[in-house]
């Protein structure tokens, strides 16, 4: 098996959303923002290579949406997803599984995209099968008020419709059953119902896809919570569990939303559980 770290683009956003009721001078420290008070962030993906199944977390925006729509993310940098797979070696075509945290836009936006006339959408990745839950479906398309700028039609009725859509059981077990790759699965319902964290063993260390959790290493202290989540108190107990047991246990922590910073570890301190280390994924698994 081999993973990699799968860079789908950059954008930004506003800076006091990103960190709730936590003020502006503390998280601009960690976080700085620019005039327009937005602060940089990531749609780095993870791809897991285990014997002929490709497996792709997440996929960033796309490209699909207007102008107009894109405008108001600030869009920056040239990373693309299929630049990233390109330079791996791969094409969307060679992609089995999609796994998707969940449903909001910047994260599986680059599941679907424009047909050859553009009269309609059709799979980005014509050979995959996207996997979510059957709880979090339910969530998505039937989106309450708070989110259903976030869960967009287009972006997901056309999985269901090509019948490539696939729903992870809900008992705790890994999503793969027909392949040695340990996939654990840790469910979050603080962001949004039924977020899906990737707990994967590689070469010796556990690396967790932390998703929406935890975006960015300035999000580690518990009332650091985004203004985006359904249910902040829950988000703070499920934070507070999960990086007690991250220090504990010496687990990596993969960020897909902080655009500097693509792992870290953790350490116990006074004040709790804070950021230990950083590294680029190369520098703990040589992968270059």
Known sequence: MTIYPVETGNFKLDGGAMFGVVPKSIWNRTNPADANNMIDLGARC??????DRLILVDNGLGN?????FFSYYYLWGNHSLDGSLEQLGFQRDDITDVFLTHLHF???????????DRTGYEPAFKNAKFWTNTDHWEWATRPN????????????LPMQESGQLYFV?????????????????HFVNGHTDKQ???HLTYKGKTVVFVADLIPTVGHI?????????????LTMEEKEAFLSNAADNNWLLFFEHDAHNELCTLKQTEKG????ETFSFNEIFNTQ
């Open 46 to 51: 993870l791809l897991i290579e285990d014997g």
């Open 196 to 198: 899906m964290l990737p």
């Open 106 to 116: 910047d994260h599986c936006g680059g599941s679907i995209q424009w047909n050859k």
């Open 273 to 276: 559980v804070r950021m230990d």
């Open 169 to 185: 059981e809900q008992n705790g077990d890994s999503f793969i059953t027909d392949s040695e790759l340990d996939f654990g699965i």
């Open 145 to 156: 008020p708070r989110e259903k700028a976030s869960f967009l039609k287009e972006n997901l």
């Open 221 to 233: 202290p518990l009332p650091y919570v985004m203004g985006y989540d359904t249910r902040p108190l």
């Open 64 to 68: 699909k949406q207007s102008e107009k």
